[in-house]
């Protein structure tokens, strides 16, 4: 069992920077694949980035965000940078234990998602 816990969410200006993390329990969070996801309202939930031995992004956000772990901390992290209004969502991050993937239904666990607000 893990349990996962985001913090780090806010109100930003357009240009500006939040970094979440994802605070895993549990020994065995290495073995887990780690990916960030978000949902606006009226949206489907849709896949951001994963860590995988590599980092793995949505075309929407790359060049922009940042994952990465570390395991000492059982944490995983979400650098985002330039931010958008139409990043707005709220963040959820996500454990799998078989294989990563950007399909919500694959992964495991969640954790209770923290809100991201980008004013223009």
């Known amino acids: 069992q893990v349990q996962l816990v985001e913090s780090g969410g806010g109100l930003v200006q357009a240009g500006g920077s939040l970094r979440l993390s994802c605070a895993a329990s549990?020994?065995?969070?290495?073995?887990?694949?780690m990916a960030w996801f978000r949902q606006a309202p009226g949206k489907e939930r849709e896949f951001v980035a994963v860590?995988?031995?590599?980092?793995y992004y949505a075309d929407s956000v790359k060049g922009r965000f940042t994952v990465s772990r570390d395991n000492a901390k059982n944490t995983v992290y979400l650098q985002m940078n330039s931010l958008k209004p139409e990043d707005t969502a709220v963040y959820y991050c996500?454990?799998?234990?078989?294989?990563?993937?950007?399909?919500?239904?694959?992964?495991?666990?969640w954790g209770q998602g923290t809100q991201v607000t980008i004013s223009s």
């Open positions: 860590w995988s031995g590599n980092p």
């Open positions: 549990g020994r065995t969070f290495s073995t887990y694949y």
């Open positions: 996500a454990a799998a234990r078989r294989s990563w993937s950007r399909i919500v239904r694959d992964y495991d666990y």
